[in-house]
C-alpha cells in the first residue's frame, strides 16, 4: 500500500472549516484513500473513504486531486469534540489481508 | 449494535510478568485485529484473524507474544514475558467483509488497553 504524508499538526478555529492535507503520490489504481480519527483515550474511528470522486457523508467531505496523488479532508465547521489525531491511508482494495496500516496522522487541535 | 469489547481498561505489571487482554468483536464479523499504540504513534497491527485462522502475524514478536481465537468469535493476546518496551495501547477491533473484497471494510475499533510495564 502506497505511503502517506501528513503534516504533523494542524490548529482551527471553532466554527470554522478544517481542512487537512495528505499527499500519496505513489497511490495506485486500485487504492483508495481512507481517513480515521483518534480521540484521545478511544480507539480510532471511521470518518470517510474515496477512490477518484470527491465524497460527502454526515461527518465530513473528502477532495481527492485529479491525478489521485493528494486528497484533502474538511471538517465543514469544527467543534472542540473534533479535537483529534487524523489519519489518512491509502488502502489496495484487493489487499488480501485488508489491513489497515497506520502513520503518524495529523493532530487537529480545534480552539474555542 | 454493541461495539467491541475489550478488557481490561488499564493493566500495569512487573517487567518479566504474563499479562492477557480480552477482546470480544462485534456480532456476525468473521475478521479480527489487533494493534498496538505505542505513545505518540499510531497503531501498529499485530496479527489478523479470519473466524478462527490466522491471516497474517507478520508483525507479532512470536517468542513472547501469542494470540488465539477459539470458535471465531473472542479473542486472547497474551504477552510472556513482558518487557519494559511492551508499554502501549492494546486495541482490538473488528471487519464484517471478508479480505479482498472492495469499499469500506467496516472496521471497528474497541477503546484498547493500556498496559503499563515498570
Known amino acids: 500500500d502506497a505511503k502517506t504524508t501528513q503534516p504533523t499538526s494542524m490548529d482551527c478555529a471553532e466554527g470554522r472549516a478544517a481542512n487537512l492535507p495528505c499527499n500519496h503520490s505513489?497511490?495506485?489504481?486500485?487504492?483508495?484513500v481512507y481517513w480515521y480519527r483518534q480521540i484521545h483515550s478511544q480507539g480510532p474511528q471511521y470518518i470517510i473513504h474515496?477512490?477518484?470522486n470527491n465524497e460527502t457523508n454526515e461527518m465530513a467531505s473528502l477532495i481527492i486531486t485529479e491525478d489521485r496523488k493528494s486528497s484533502t479532508l474538511i471538517l465543514p465547521h469544527a467543534t472542540l469534540r473534533d479535537t483529534a489525531v487524523y489519519y489518512c491511508?491509502?488502502?489496495?482494495?484487493?489487499?488480501?489481508?485488508?489491513?489497515?496500516?497506520f502513520g503518524q496522522g495529523t493532530t487537529l487541535q480545534v480552539k474555542p | 449494535e454493541a461495539g467491541v469489547a475489550q478488557s481490561p481498561r488499564y493493566k500495569i505489571i512487573e517487567k518479566r510478568q504474563s499479562v492477557a487482554f480480552w477482546c470480544n468483536p462485534i456480532?456476525?464479523?468473521?475478521?479480527l485485529y489487533w494493534y498496538q499504540q505505542i505513545l505518540g504513534q499510531g497503531p501498529k497491527l499485530l496479527i489478523q484473524?479470519?473466524?478462527?485462522?490466522?491471516?497474517?502475524d507478520s508483525q507479532l514478536p512470536k517468542d513472547r507474544f501469542s494470540a488465539e481465537r477459539l470458535k471465531g468469535v473472542d479473542s486472547t493476546l497474551k504477552i510472556q514475558p513482558a518487557k519494559l518496551e511492551d508499554s502501549a495501547v492494546y486495541l482490538c477491533?473488528?471487519?464484517?467483509?471478508?479480505?479482498?473484497?472492495?469499499?469500506?471494510?467496516?472496521?471497528?475499533f474497541g477503546s484498547g488497553t493500556r498496559l503499563t510495564v515498570v
Open positions: 477491533a473488528s471487519s464484517s467483509v471478508k479480505s479482498g473484497a472492495a469499499a469500506n471494510y467496516g472496521y471497528t
Open positions: 456480532s456476525g464479523h468473521a475478521t
Open positions: 505513489t497511490i495506485s489504481g486500485n487504492e483508495y
Open positions: 474515496g477512490l477518484k
Open positions: 491511508i491509502a488502502r489496495r482494495i484487493t489487499s488480501n489481508t485488508g489491513k489497515l496500516i
Open positions: 484473524f479470519q473466524n478462527n485462522g490466522v491471516v497474517d
